[in-house]
């Protein structure tokens, strides 16, 4: 079975960096993921997709402070120079023929 | 610019029926795969239906295997969902989203309520 974990919240400073985590679980550590955006009150927004090497592909228009990383199971979103909109949920998402799978998502607090 | 537009949500009561309508614009519709999403409210994002470029494969969530339908119109740009026998579990935002594998993209849902 395929799962993603994710912390449920996170917080950061206004103009600081944030790194938010999501694990996949054993036997799916080379999974590719995708991440997206959810502000308070609209849909989602795709971010990028991202790799088991590291790699990814950011969707349209999604600024340079975006950016994601990988480690084993992990893969990372780190998101810097915060603004307050970037206070939203934070959903990983991965796939394998026939389904789509969905994190819990991380809530991110912009202090 | 990509638009996906979402319509058809509403209250209905359970056991009914309703048919929701995603329509494309600003990219080639027939060459993505398409899914549905939901969200209840407060709740996270739950995978719904998966529908091919050409339709040849379709999959469906647990939940709704059986009494969702997904279907589309390459000719016409749009994408379908026809839900039967809703309960009151549900109840969510449907989103349609373009290929969430790669070059994925969002449309802005519609709500659907269950409740008699």
């Known amino acids: 079975q395929l799962v993603l974990t994710q912390s449920p919240s996170a917080s950061a400073s206004l103009g600081a960096s944030v790194n938010l985590t999501c694990t996949l679980n054993?036997?799916?550590?080379?999974?590719?993921i995708a991440w997206h955006q959810q502000q308070p009150d609209r849909g989602p927004r795709y971010l990028m997709k991202l790799n088991n090497d590291g790699s990814h592909t950011k969707g349209d228009g999604i600024p340079d402070r975006f950016s994601g990383s990988s480690s084993g199971a992990d893969r990372y979103l780190t998101i810097s120079s915060l603004q307050s909109e970037d206070e939203a949920d934070y959903y990983c998402q991965t796939w394998d023929t026939g389904i789509l799978v969905f994190g819990r998502g991380t809530k991110l607090t912009v202090v | 610019e990509v638009h996906l537009v979402e319509s058809g949500g509403g209250l209905v009561k359970p056991g009914q029926s309703l048919t929701l309508s995603c329509v494309a614009s600003g990219f080639t519709f027939s060459t993505y795969g398409m899914n549905w999403v939901r969200q209840a409210p407060g709740k996270g994002l739950e995978w719904v239906a998966s529908?091919?470029?050409?339709?040849?494969?379709?999959y469906y969530a647990d939940s709704v295997q059986g009494r969702f339908t997904v279907s589309r119109d390459n000719a016409n740009n749009s994408l379908f969902l026809q839900m039967n026998s809703l309960r009151a579990e549900d109840t969510a935002f449907y989103y349609c989203?373009?290929?969430?594998?790669?070059?994925?993209?969002w449309g802005q849902g519609t709500l659907v309520t269950v409740s008699s």
């Open positions: 989203a373009r290929d969430l594998r790669a070059d994925g993209y």
């Open positions: 054993s036997g799916h550590t080379r999974y590719a």
């Open positions: 529908i091919s470029i050409s339709s040849t494969y379709i």
